[in-house]
T-cell receptor, first 117, second 114 residues
Framework: GAVVSQHPSWVICKSGTSVKIECRSL??????MFWYRQFPKQSLMLMAT?????????EQGVEKDKFLINHASLTLSTLTVTSAHPEDSSFYIC?????????????FGPGTRLTVL | AQSVTQPDIHITVSEGASLELRCNYS??????LFWYVQSPGQGLQLLLK??????LVQGIKGFEAEFKRSQSSFNLRKPSVHWSDAAEYFC????????????FGTGTRLQVTL
């Protein structure tokens, strides 16, 4: 149980285009999902927290107009990188929060590698 | 503010040797501590976690970690490393709450020599 998927697993796009990344909780309902960004050989940096049915909360320094997050259902959150540029190239990982246990634990997706040419 | 320090960026061990990866945390309340492993190009896999109770926790793949409150540490250990353990290891700290954020350390890259 507690499987999180991401689609696509990798994407290459041209500079100036927008890219949408999906994060799905396959066998549980996730009221909260997190989006992380990981640069090569670096740690995960939290970008934003999304709660189903409400606006995402962005971490300091993350451009909310550039990284659009939608959490329209209890099993799906999307991250859209708008007008992507080469500096947006990174590994994006989502996680979904389970509830109903002694601790609300995050389960991570496999990540999406974005390369902007 | 919460933070995690993994002082070792890169560690090389021989297959069959023991392993200890260091993790120090800073957290204002009772911490929830995690160790994750990441293979190249992959997401994170949870190795083990500490919430409360016994300070020595067992995880998957033969890993264990010990929580030492007095030292603010949560070091990961394995008595005998296998070549397949080569990966990046991340320590993370979070807190109680319905939407607790995780703060990750910078990671330790483990190389295993045959």
């Amino acid at each position: 149980g507690a499987v999180v998927s991401q689609h696509p697993s990798w994407v290459i796009c041209k500079s100036g285009t927008s890219v949408k990344i999906e994060c799905r909780s396959l066998d549980f309902q996730a009221t909260t999902m997190f989006w992380y960004r990981q640069f090569p050989k670096q740690s995960l940096m939290l970008m934003a927290t999304s709660n189903e049915g409400s606006k995402a909360t962005y971490e300091q320094g993350v451009e909310k107009d550039k990284f659009l997050i939608n959490h329209a259902s209890l099993t799906l959150s999307t991250l859209t990188v708008t007008s992507a540029h080469p500096e947006d190239s990174s590994f994006y990982i989502c996680s979904a929060l389970t509830s109903g246990r002694s601790y609300n634990e995050q389960f991570f997706g496999p990540g999406t590698r974005l390369t902007v040419l | 503010a919460q933070s995690v320090t993994q002082p070792d960026i890169h560690i090389t061990v021989s297959e069959g040797a023991s392993l200890e990866l260091r993790c120090n945390y800073s957290y204002g309340a009772t911490p929830y501590l995690f160790w994750y492993v990441q293979s190249p190009g992959q997401g994170l896999q949870l190795l083990l976690k500490y919430f409360s109770g016994d300070t020595l926790v067992q995880g998957i793949k033969g890993f264990e970690a010990e929580f030492k409150r007095s030292q603010s540490s949560f070091n990961l250990r394995k008595p005998s490393v296998h070549w397949s353990d080569a990966a990046e290891y991340f320590c993370a700290v979070g807190g109680a709450g319905t939407a607790s954020k995780l703060t990750f350390g910078t990671g330790t890259r483990l190389q295993v020599t045959l």
